[in-house]
């Protein structure tokens, strides 16, 4: 019996695919050109996150220390509030605490970017633009819940296949779904502005 790699974990997959699900009704509620906003902030969400994340370190480590020097010593000492402020431990310390940070700072940049589409163009006008929509959300709910999970969860990534059984001759990778997805939606938004 081999163990080998998993090209395409199905449970992953299956698990982001219910996870998404409340994406993709909304893609198929508000259409595929709110789903285009919302994707275009999710990914610059997934760029600048860590990086404001990194920057805003300092800043919020030194809040955190003052409020809790205030809470611990009061105001009976200045010179204590300071000594305690300075040698406080700092609610970020470690790079994954850093990197939990940079993950909320997604998600309040992915939740500005959905109200942003839904102000911006929340309504379908056809059921084709409400498919699109809602497979233009299921491309930008595996996007989020695969960027979450590949910074806080690991899952399983070998198969068990024995003598007898016939290895697959092609693979499939779930980036290559996902390229597939992005060239239909890209596709479906040319030929809608066309017959506009």
């Known amino acids: 019996m081999t163990l080998l790699p998993n090209p395409l974990p199905i449970d992953e997959l299956t698990f982001i695919a219910i996870l998404s699900l409340p994406i993709v009704f909304w893609g198929y509620r508000h259409g595929l050109d709110a789903m285009i906003i ?51 431990p700092g609610l970020l310390n470690t790079p994954e605490q850093v990197q939990l940070f940079g993950t909320i700072i997604f998600g309040l940049i992915t939740y500005v970017s959905f109200r942003l589409a839904f102000r911006q163009a929340g309504g379908t006008s056809s059921f084709l633009e409400a498919a699109f929509g809602a497979l233009g959300g299921a491309v930008t709910g595996y996007v989020i819940v695969n960027f979450v999970f590949s910074r806080h969860v690991v899952f399983p990534q070998s198969v068990q296949i024995t003598e007898s059984q016939a290895l697959p001759s092609v693979t499939l990778d779930a980036n290559v779904i996902v390229l597939i997805a992005l060239v239909i939606v890209v596709f479906a938004v040319t030929s809608s502005r066309r017959r506009s």
């Open 38 to 88: 919302a994707v275009v902030g999710v990914l610059a969400g997934m760029l600048v996150s860590d990086t404001l994340a990194g920057g805003v370190v300092g800043a919020v480590n030194t809040f955190y220390n003052f409020f809790n020097a205030f809470l611990t010593v009061g105001g009976s000492s200045l010179d204590a509030l300071i000594v305690a402020w300075r040698t406080g």
